[in-house]
């Protein structure tokens, strides 16, 4: 979400713009603009030390007004290079500076551009999100709904540094990074009174940063009043009205997803459909929009949950006939989803079966599938904990009644199910238990080729690429992967590749696929093996994506958060292999 546009001082024009005599031309010449910026942020660290006014107003004039003309790919990239050279730490002092002066009217109007660039470019760039976490500022704009939590209404300046204050916290509470500040800082409680405000418009963004933060024992703080319902639903019809897909200053994804997210209160689910989410999820799943349309069909899934809701949905027109074509999509994503979607409104949900607690039902044809291709495998079963064998097709999924994505560790991360995976479980050694990995550590997962699931599974352990594994063989980077060779500079690839996403972990780049014949269905399958491991929170990095994509890969992560990688030793534990047949 971004910011109003608009500031206390007159809006200097375009042509004020000095960077370049074209505003048009911004585009065309990104190397010079991130050349240049490079020496703004040299001049603005040296100005707010003298002069912190004037450093506001370089703020204004060279960070903020390119954001009239930039075009959100080229923001994102801006917003990635002003996160690499310090900028957040630079508004984190400009920011103290400013509270630790008399408070004037010039003073409220500085902080306010901070705020602005802040809310400007944690919207279009999850690594400026990072910085602003790891600068301060979201624990003082903590600091601030707790300061004005009761005052803010009876004084202008304090509404604006809260509506402001809240943007920018919304849009870096989606940086999984920031997880453990907002815990550490008592969020939950600090915003929920903002939830009932009488700004709809603030009320909203409140609850929607709720929705990214609170664990799922507390989603009664999800309550949404009817009139916040109403307003995210008449964003989310005028954003796809607007050729950005864009509702003062709400995306159409974010609306999405809030929506979806919110839905997770039963009382939600009620009110989101009663007052028209579904004609305009429909509108959504009709475009092709791969990540708007997954998460649509997502939202969709999750208000068929309650049977109330099932029923009014099916009577929809054109509901049914667009998810069964999307079944058919070429994107996997929006296929499976499509699959999930039409299984939960035309089956009974998890609430209204006997389930088994630990594997899928009896009779699965898919998990029966991936067991011929293990056991084709010829590993030994002594490696295996057939107890905890779980099958995440989406119809075993369904029955189960899991979610897509849990939290796990400390502090608690997020990790996608591999859903249209089955996982063999494999024992684990007794420094699991000891460590108390599977309550303490995160979750992740690792492609790898068929070939290396045997020497993996008798070292015990992911290797470094160098290291020499038993018969004396040295391991070494993957074909066609970064090597010491070919890699971006300061790349180190000496190191353990995971992802908190299967979809990540579990492409072709990093699982390599094989072909398996079947011996019942006489077919033959694509085959893809990954393994599903617990690692340490102080152990490892987090890196943008590095396979080329060009669209988010998972609507749960940024691809700037999907990497994740390790030098250290004994901080995994594998305790699953996974398989996916196709």
Not at 307 to 335: D, W
Not at 487 to 506: C, H, M, N
Not at 518 to 536: G, L, M, P
Request: proline letters at 4%; hydrophobic letters at 35%.
């Amino acid at each position: 979400m971004i910011p109003e546009r608009g500031f206390t001082e007159k809006r200097p024009s375009i042509g004020d713009f000095e960077l370049m005599t074209q505003p048009g031309s911004i585009t065309e010449n990104r190397d010079d603009i991130m050349q240049q910026t490079r020496m703004i942020l040299l001049v603005l660290k040296e100005i707010a030390v003298i002069d912190i006014y004037g450093a506001c107003h370089l703020v204004q004039k060279f960070l903020l007004l390119p954001t009239i003309v930039l075009n959100d790919q080229l923001k994102h990239i801006f917003g990635d290079h002003l996160a690499s050279h310090g900028t957040a730490e630079v508004f984190k002092y400009m920011l103290d500076e400013l509270q630790n002066r008399e408070q004037t009217q010039t003073d409220w109007d500085a902080t306010r551009v901070i705020h602005v660039a802040c809310g400007y470019y944690s919207d279009a760039s999850m690594k400026f999100c990072r910085h602003i976490g790891q600068s301060g500022i979201l624990k003082d704009m903590l600091d601030d709904l707790q300061r004005y939590q009761t005052s803010y209404m009876d004084h202008e300046n304090f509404h604006t540094l809260i509506a402001s204050e809240i943007i920018v916290l919304h849009n870096c509470s989606k940086a999984a990074d920031n997880k453990h500040i907002y815990d550490e800082q008592d969020t939950v409680n600090r915003i929920i009174p903002f939830t009932t405000a009488e700004d709809v418009n603030l009320a909203a963004t409140a609850l929607l940063t709720l929705s990214y933060i609170v664990q799922p024992g507390d989603l009664s703080y999800l309550d949404a009043s009817q009139s916040v319902v109403c307003f995210l639903l008449q964003r989310l019809q005028n954003s796809l009205d607007d050729p950005r897909l864009r509702s003062d200053g709400f995306t159409t994804l974010e609306l999405v997803v809030g929506l979806g997210n919110l839905a997770q209160h039963d009382n939600n689910k009620i009110s989101i459909t009663t007052k028209g989410a579904v004609p305009l999820l429909l509108n959504i799943m009709e475009r092709e929009l791969p990540l708007e349309q997954e998460c649509a069909i997502n939202t969709l899934g999750t208000l068929s949950k309650l049977e109330s809701n099932r029923k009014n949905i099916l009577k929809a027109p054109g509901v049914i006939p667009q998810l069964s074509k999307l079944t058919e999509h070429h994107n996997a994503a929006i296929n499976a989803a499509a699959n999930r979607a039409l299984l939960l409104l035309t089956k009974a949900t998890s609430t209204e079966v006997k389930k088994p607690v630990n594997s899928s039902p009896h009779g699965c044809d898919y998990r029966a599938l991936c067991k011929r291709f293990k056991e084709s495998i010829g590993l030994s079963d002594a490696y295996f904990e057939e107890a905890y064998n779980m099958c995440y097709c989406n119809n075993c999924h369904i029955v189960r009644g899991d979610e897509l994505y849990y939290l796990r560790g400390e502090p608690p991360k997020y990790y996608g199910l591999p859903i249209g995976w089955c996982r063999f479980a494999l024992k684990v050694p007794a420094r699991a238990s000891a460590l108390q990995v599977f309550r303490k550590w995160h979750v992740a997962f690792h492609g790898t080729v068929l070939g290396a699931v045997a020497p993996i599974l008798e070292c015990g352990d992911l290797c470094l690429p160098g290291d020499e594994v038993m018969g004396g063989k040295k391991l070494g980077e993957r074909e066609g992967h970064f090597n010491e060779d070919f890699k971006p500079e300061y790349f180190d690839t000496k190191q353990v590749f995971l992802s908190p996403s299967i979809r990540y972990a579990g492409c072709g780049a990093y699982a390599g696929p094989s072909q398996f014949k079947d011996s019942v269905t006489r077919k033959t399958y694509e085959a893809r093996v990954a393994f599903q491991v617990c690692i340490n929170p102080d152990s490892y990095k987090v890196h943008p994506q590095t396979i080329g994509a060009e669209s988010e890969i998972d609507s749960k992560f940024n691809n700037q958060e999907l990497e994740w990688f390790t030098k250290q030793r004994g901080c995994l534990i594998i305790y699953g292999l996974l398989v996916n047949l196709q």
